[in-house]
């Protein structure tokens, strides 16, 4: 059985930094991109960043590009999202997400991924 196991969020000010960690296990995981998701209160889920694990493509969302970084551990098999100059806006409960396969076009798309997270809390205080 596969699991995903993220951890990292907390309370951070604005401003401040935070980065999240998934570690991935289970002798059936088999994968080719993992993916960021969040989702806040009274809204739907959105894509984050995703990142491939055989050339490390990275991919992100217009609204998190140039503060969030994700990255990847081959040997571990985790992944990374390190979270800079946080505003109030980024908090939400974030996600990590595995796919097993699927092309680059839909890496954005959480209906593309198999594995999923149970999330961690992120808050951004003003």
């Known amino acids: 059985q596969v699991q995903l196991v993220e951890s990292g969020g907390g309370l951070v000010q604005a401003g401040g930094s935070l980065r999240l960690s998934c570690a991935a296990s289970?002798?059936?995981?088999?994968?080719?991109?993992m993916g960021w998701f969040r989702q806040a209160p009274g809204k739907e889920r959105e894509f984050v960043a995703a990142?491939?694990?055989?050339?490390?493509?990275?991919y992100y969302a217009d609204s998190v590009k140039g503060r969030f970084t994700i990255s990847r551990d081959n040997v571990k098999n985790t992944v990374y999202l390190q979270m800079n100059s946080l505003k109030l806006e980024d908090t939400a409960v974030y996600y990590c997400?595995?796919?097993?396969?699927?092309?680059?076009?839909?890496?954005?798309?959480?209906?593309?991924?198999?594995?999923w997270g149970q999330g961690t809390q992120v808050t951004v205080s003003s």
């Open positions: 997400a595995g796919r097993q396969n699927g092309p680059v076009y839909v890496i954005v798309m959480d209906v593309s991924y198999d594995y």
């Open positions: 289970g002798r059936s995981f088999s994968s080719n991109a």
């Open positions: 990142i491939t694990w055989s050339a490390g493509n990275t």
